[in-house]
């Protein structure tokens, strides 16, 4: 699966969206076929779709899977941790996209709160 998602960022980077695209899809088909429903280790290929579809200006598709992402993960975890971080990031990102700021800014504050909480428990330093 890892490699599968490499490859399609490979794609992407050389300019092939379209191949990208296709084998994100067939990346995430996978998951949803091995993976339990909320498995974590589905996050990263739907991320990564979701980029895609960034990249392609489809904004409200790709904040619509990262929302689902947070959903997904947080009923897994039952906490909010750096994967959930990272999903509101990229929500707020797609929110910036489509031009509602003042969403994209609430969310991102909430993707801020989440990583200083994270790193306060953890006893990191950025």
Known sequence: MAV???VAAYLHQ???LNSSLIM???ITAGC????APNDPLQMDPFKEYADRLADEGHFGE????????IKIHF???GKIDHN???SFLQVGSMLTNKGEHEEARLVLRQALEFYE???STSGAVL
């Open 75 to 77: 009923a897994a975890s």
């Open 24 to 26: 994100l899809e067939q």
């Open 14 to 16: 050389l300019g092939d």
């Open 117 to 119: 909480s994270e790193q």
């Open 84 to 86: 959930i971080a990272s």
């Open 32 to 35: 949803e076929a091995l993976l």
């Open 62 to 69: 790709a904040e619509a899977i990262c929302r689902e992402l």
């Open 4 to 6: 599968a998602t490499a």
